[in-house]
């Protein structure tokens, strides 16, 4: 269990799955209601980490990679029992917590509402690493053929 400081280790119970086409035909229980996210029966991360990750990206601009590194460098400084996962898994989690989250702040467009069709924002609220970037990427100010 990947915590703010450390990692914990520990067993969950799991269950055979019948209808489950995966190789590993498990599923784990819900943590939930205990202040953890099961992502996988295997790496589990308390949601104040998780939470952090957010407030940290929503008041500066920093990329996945410098929050794994910090936090890794705590767990370095706190004797963890296990590193802090990758990079790539950390921002996989992230997301995946992020979907089972309200995160609604009651910001609307008063012609379109909540969800106009094109946003155009001022600022940064998450930032990625460089080596995430591909060729269809680009800033909204880029004018194209499809522009309207």
């Known amino acids: 269990v990947f915590g ?3 990692a914990y280790i520990g067993k969950i119970e799991l269950q055979w799955c019948l209808t489950c086409k995966h190789n590993q035909r498990y599923y784990g229980p819900d943590l939930g209601d205990l202040g953890i996210f099961n992502w996988n029966n295997v790496f589990a991360f308390i949601h104040e980490l998780l939470n952090q990750c957010t407030n940290t990206f929503t008041t500066a601009e920093n990329p996945f990679s410098a929050f794994v590194l910090a936090t ?13 996962c990758s990079t790539e ?17 009651g910001m609307k467009c008063p012609r379109y509402g909540p969800h ?31 522009s309207p």
């Open 4 to 6: 703010l400081w450390r």
């Open 116 to 146: 106009p069709d094109i946003v155009i924002a001022d600022g940064v609220s998450i930032g990625y690493s460089v080596t995430t970037c591909t060729s269809g990427l680009h800033p909204p100010s880029l004018i194209s053929k499809n």
């Open 89 to 105: 898994t950390f921002t996989c989690v992230w997301f995946a917590f992020r979907d089972l989250q309200q995160l609604e702040s």
């Open 72 to 84: 890794h460098r705590l767990y370095l400084s706190a004797d963890s029992p296990t590193p802090l």
